[in-house]
C-alpha cells in the first residue's frame, strides 16, 4: 500500500444560479478565493493549478487575479465531469512529488446562462465539450446530438438485462431530491419530490431519461485547494487526507458513450477505477461510511454502485429501493442533493460535498465518518480524517 500525503485544506463556491450576472473568469476567482480563505492560505502562495480542458478560465489570467506570484505546474483533465475526481488525483501527485506546495483545483462555469452543453448545434462544440471528432462522429447524423442521448443508449442494455425499469431512477432522483430539499446552497432547496412527480415528469429519452433523472444547468464556481499534510495540520481547517486517488480510461471511452465497449451492461473505467483504488488504499467497500457519485443522469450511479463493489452487478437498484442510500442507510450517497438537487458544476460540487462528510460540516451529516469515496467515474478518490 503506498503511502499519500497529501490533504484538501479548502473548499470554497460561488453561489449556484441560473444566471451569475458575471464573466466566468470572475466566478473562478470568487471560489479560489474563498478556498483560500477557508484553508487561512494566502492566494499568492498557490504554485500549482488543475481545471478541466473544456474551462474557460485561463491559468495566467485566473493568477493574476488572485496575485500568484509563481506557478510550477498546470494541468487540464479531458473528459468534461468524468474527470472531476482526476483533479484530485493530479493535485495529489504534484504534492506527493513535492513539485508544489499548494495546488487550486477549480471549475467555473456559465453553462445555464451563456451556453448549454444539452443543446444540439451546428458543430456539436457546446453538447461536446469542445470535441467533434471520434467516435462520436458515427451517432451524430443518426441523431444522438447530446449527452442525454448519448446517456439514454448506454443505459438500455443494462435496464434490459437486469430488469431495471424508469421507476427504479426515480427511487434515486427522489432520495437526492429529499436532500437537497435541507440544503441552503441547493438550487432545490425546500422543493423535495415524490415518485409520482417523478414519473409524470416529461420524457427526455423514452424509456430511459425523464426530466428529473437529468442534472441540472447551472451557473456557479466551485473550489478546492490541496496541501501536504504536514502543513494541513497547522491551518485553518480539520485536514481531510487524500488517502488514495486515480483513474482509468480503457479503450472505446468516448465522452459518456459506453456503448462502444464489449459489455454494454457495466462502467468499464469505474471498475477499473475501483480495482487501483482498493488496491491502492488497502481498503475495501465495507471501509467506506458515505459515497459521492458523478450523476449526470440517474442510470450513471446504478452502474458505479455495482463497479465499486458496493453491490452485486443487477442488484442496485435493490439497493437504493431498500434505502440503503439514505441518511441512515448503508451507504449514504450524494448527500448534497447531487447535480440534479444541488447544481451542476461538472461534479467539482460533488467532490466538495465529500470533503465536507469527512469534516463533519455537512448539512446532511453522516455519523461516524472516517472514509468517503469521491467518483466521477473515470476517476474517484477517497477522503479520510487524518
Request: aromatic content about 8%; some cysteine; overall charge neutral.
Amino acid at each position: 500500500m503506498t503511502t499519500r500525503h497529501a490533504a484538501i485544506v479548502g473548499i470554497g463556491a460561488t453561489e449556484f444560479s441560473k444566471a451569475s450576472g458575471r464573466s466566468e473568469l470572475q466566478l473562478a476567482a470568487e471560489c479560489a478565493k474563498a478556498a483560500c480563505d477557508d484553508a487561512g492560505i494566502s492566494p499568492k502562495d498557490i504554485d500549482g493549478m488543475v481545471t478541466f480542458t473544456i474551462d474557460n478560465s485561463d491559468e495566467i489570467s485566473l493568477g493574476r487575479c488572485l496575485g500568484v506570484k509563481d506557478l510550477a505546474y498546470t494541468a487540464r483533465i479531458p473528459g468534461g465531469g468524468a474527470g472531476a475526481a482526476a483533479t484530485l488525483f493530479h493535485a495529489m501527485a504534484m504534492i506527493d512529488a513535492g513539485v508544489c506546495e499548494n495546488v487550486l483545483v477549480w471549475r467555473a462555469m456559465n453553462e445555464r446562462s451563456q451556453y448549454r452543453f444539452g443543446q444540439a448545434s451546428a458543430n456539436m462544440s457546446s453538447a461536446t465539450g469542445g470535441h467533434s471528432t471520434g467516435s462520436l462522429l458515427w451517432c451524430i447524423p443518426f441523431g444522438a446530438m447530446t449527452p442525454g442521448t448519448w446517456g439514454a443508449l448506454s443505459a438500455r442494455p443494462y435496464m434490459e438485462k437486469y430488469g431495471v425499469t424508469n421507476r427504479d431512477f426515480g427511487l434515486l432522483s427522489v432520495q437526492q431530491r429529499k436532500y437537497a430539499a435541507t440544503n441552503p446552497k441547493a438550487w432545490f432547496y425546500n422543493k423535495p419530490i415524490t415518485l409520482d412527480d417523478h414519473q409524470n415528469s416529461r420524457w427526455i429519452v423514452e424509456p430511459v431519461l425523464r426530466l428529473l433523472d437529468c442534472c441540472q444547468e447551472s451557473d456557479g464556481g466551485v473550489a478546492i485547494l490541496v496541501t501536504s499534510l504536514e502543513r494541513a495540520r497547522d491551518l485553518k481547517q480539520p485536514p481531510v487526507r487524500i488517502l488514495g486517488a486515480t483513474q482509468s480510461i480503457p479503450r472505446h471511452v468516448e465522452v459518456i458513450a459506453n456503448y462502444y465497449h464489449d459489455d454494454l451492461t457495466m462502467m468499464p473505467e469505474a471498475a477499473g477505477t475501483a480495482k487501483r483504488l482498493w488496491r491502492q488504499t488497502g481498503l475495501k467497500p465495507e471501509d467506506i461510511q458515505a459515497a459521492m457519485f458523478y450523476d449526470a443522469f440517474t442510470p450513471q450511479v446504478f452502474v458505479q454502485l455495482e463497479a465499486f463493489g458496493f453491490c452485486k452487478r443487477g442488484e442496485a437498484k435493490d439497493f437504493i429501493a431498500d434505502g440503503q442510500i439514505d441518511i441512515g442507510g448503508k451507504l449514504p450517497i450524494n448527500t448534497h442533493g447531487g447535480l440534479s438537487g444541488e447544481a451542476y458544476i461538472h461534479g467539482m460540487n460533488t467532490m466538495a460535498e465529500g470533503v465536507r462528510q469527512v469534516r463533519g460540516t455537512a448539512v446532511n451529516q453522516v455519523r461516524n465518518v472516517r472514509n468517503v469515496l469521491v467518483s466521477s467515474g473515470m476517476a474517484g478518490a477517497i477522503l479520510a480524517r487524518a
